[in-house]
């Protein structure tokens, strides 16, 4: 099992910008890929972005691609989502998820954290 904390959300003006941390423990070695998700009211929880460990693969959602950048610190077991020219539409509930293989959907993650709110206001 593996165990995500994330941190780092909050209120924010659009234009501005926030980093969000996910920080992983227990049964790191299982895990290839990290993600992060987010979940707007009403709607289905949907790919932001994702990395691997060795940073070899990074890929974006076409809605963040330029605003968004994902990075990780492997002595720290924590992976980073550093969030400029924030919109309104961004506002979600952020989750840091972890898998075995490259994905993009929810189910190919069995690996969650509990969730970060970020609001965007205009």
């Known amino acids: 099992q593996v165990q995500l904390v994330e941190s780092g959300g909050g209120l924010v003006q659009a234009g501005g910008s926030l980093r969000l941390s996910c920080t992983a423990s227990?049964?790191?070695?299982?895990?290839?890929?990290m993600a992060w998700f987010r979940q707007a009211p009403g709607k289905e929880r949907e790919f932001v972005a994702r990395?691997?460990?060795?940073?070899?693969?990074?890929y974006y959602a076409d809605s963040v691609k330029g605003r968004f950048t994902i990075s990780r610190d492997n002595a720290k077991n924590t992976v980073y989502l550093q969030m400029n020219s924030l919109k309104p539409e961004d506002t979600a509930v952020y989750y840091c998820?972890?898998?075995?293989?490259?994905?993009?959907?929810?189910?190919?993650?069995?690996?969650w954290g509990q969730g970060t709110q970020v609001t965007v206001s205009s």
């Open positions: 990395i691997t460990w060795t940073g070899g693969s990074i």
């Open positions: 998820a972890a898998g075995p293989r490259l994905s993009i959907v929810v189910a190919g993650y069995p690996n």
């Open positions: 227990g049964r790191t070695f299982s895990t290839v890929v």
